[in-house]
């Protein structure tokens, strides 16, 4: 209903990419440019996204070449603040990423590392598109910056070596996406967009390139999604973050994708006890606008926000919300129910997906996306898996555990990845000789396997 290309609505964007290779620097060096730009169309900082909105994309690719025959026609982008596999994999909605489009960092003198090719193959499966940000150019030798110019024409007015450096290492990296099954070009050079993914060379130093990007994402979310953009009022709503504040208890950062949501709205999300709450919005709120004063916790109240938005949505009971999942509106009474429905569907369905073997670790994250990055390690690392929660650890989770440790004693074991572990849990884990690891960065986790793997040996 209503829904019309004249009615489009912000494109929501992920920066996904190796460790130390911009994404943080690149929306920073966004947020600050906005801050000279002055008062008309500046950007805001939202609830885990920053608001970029048309005027101001207007403002910064004045420079880009050609740019003038340009409509356009999204009111910004909505791009998303906390890079990282968890917050893109927690973008997801029916099995499919909110994310409309994403931005992959490339640093331009190392080519693809781990993780670039572990966010390909996460943007690969959620069917993705993406533009690169080849980034870090003013790293190129003898590099000499020329801000405020489109960078086609910052590159050829450099001297030849630099020249030479800058052709030599992008066809490295595109070479490198050739072995991934990747066919990648220069922006300026890309034959077909919709086959080849473009790159984009960028500092986000001194930000060259940030124009061109800036242009080449908007671009292509108008001309490849623009049926997707169109704002609806069926709501689209994805808990991104669980997180306590004092003042307010514990609130849910989410990304509204579609539609609206009101204050007095009943919300139902699942929990991680594989059941759901029921709560009503007590209030959304979103951060005070950059150029006041930022008070710590200091939000502003509002009765209504339209997609696409990130809010903060304070309400009871949120202790048990899974993020990663939908939250749903139930506009009457007789809705609630199949509202719970709907979300305990949801959650059994992505826990369903999960291949579990016969034997193998038990598996508990606090979030979706946390779980399946950790899966995703634990598969290149031919670790295999038995079973997998979101959640504490109970003793109910010992219990099963103990039963793999007949079958074999290495899987006798509890990856706790970013959730904690029940006091009597552990008790029982002692008597029963039931090993629980607990960590938060999925490395420690898998040095404390491998060292006791190696000990039982
Ligand atoms: P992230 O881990 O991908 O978020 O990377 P950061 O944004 O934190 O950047 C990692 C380091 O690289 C920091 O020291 C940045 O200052 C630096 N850096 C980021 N972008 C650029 C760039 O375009 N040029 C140069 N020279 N350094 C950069
Ligand atoms: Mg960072």
Not at 58 to 80: A, C, D, H, Y
Not at 174 to 185: D, S, V
Not at 212 to 226: D, E, F, G, I, P
Request: glycine share 6%; with cysteine; charged share 25%.
């Amino acid at each position: 209903k209503n829904r019309s290309v004249s009615n489009l609505r912000a494109a929501v964007i992920c920066v996904l990419g190796h460790v130390d290779t911009g994404k943080t620097k690149i929306l920073d060096k966004l947020r600050r440019t906005s801050v000279q730009a002055g008062e008309a169309g500046g950007i805001t900082q939202q609830i885990g996204a920053t608001n970029v909105p048309i005027e101001n994309i207007k403002e910064q690719t004045k420079i880009v070449r050609g740019i003038s025959q340009t409509e356009f026609r999204i009111p910004g982008l909505l791009i998303i603040d906390t890079p990282g596999h968890a917050s893109f994999s927690n973008l997801r909605s029916r099995g499919s990423s909110l994310c409309d489009m994403a931005i992959l960092v490339v640093d331009i003198m190392h080519g693809l590392e781990e993780q670039t090719i572990e966010s390909l193959n996460l943007l690969k499966a959620k069917k993705t598109p993406f533009v690169v940000a080849l980034n870090k150019i003013d790293r190129l030798y003898d590099w000499s910056t020329m801000s405020r110019k489109d960078v086609r024409d910052i590159i050829s007015s450099q001297g030849p070596n630099t020249q030479n450096e800058f052709q030599t290492r992008t066809k490295q990296v595109i070479l490198q996406f050739a072995e991934q099954g990747m066919n990648a070009a220069l922006f300026y050079e890309n034959p077909d967009p919709k086959t080849y993914v473009s790159l984009v060379p960028t500092s986000a130093i001194t930000g060259e390139g940030m124009g061109n990007l800036l242009a080449l994402l908007v671009t292509n979310c108008q001309s490849m999604l623009a049926k997707r953009l169109m704002f609806s009022e069926e709501l689209q709503a994805t808990v991104l973050e669980v997180k306590a504040i004092t003042g307010l208890g514990t609130t849910i950062d989410c990304i509204l994708v579609n539609g609206r949501l009101r204050e007095g709205d009943t919300v139902v999300m699942a929990t991680s006890d594989g059941g759901s709450i029921v709560t009503q919005i007590r209030s959304l709120l979103m951060p005070q606008p950059m150029k006041e004063l930022r008070v710590k916790n200091d939000y502003i109240e509002h009765k209504e926000v339209v997609a696409a938005q990130g809010v903060k949505i304070a309400a009871k009971d949120l202790e048990k919300v899974i993020a990663g999942l939908n939250i749903l509106v139930a506009r009457s009474p007789d809705e609630v129910e199949i509202c719970k429905e709907e979300v305990v569907k949801d959650l059994a369905r992505e826990l369903g997906r999960i291949k579990l073997q016969d034997r193998g670790v038990l598996v508990q994250a606090s979030t979706l996306g946390s779980l399946e990055a950790l899966l995703e390690f634990l598969k290149d690392s031919k670790i295999p898996y038995s079973s997998v929660k979101i959640g504490p650890v109970v003793k109910r989770d010992v219990m099963k555990a103990s039963s793999m440790l007949e079958r074999e004693n290495q899987y006798g074991t509890i990856l706790a990845f970013d959730v904690k572990v029940e006091r009597d849990a552990q008790e029982l884990a002692d008597q029963l000789g039931v090993k629980i690891f607990q960590a938060d960065i999925i490395y420690h986790l898998f040095d404390q396997f491998t060292a006791h793997r190696e000990q039982l040996k």
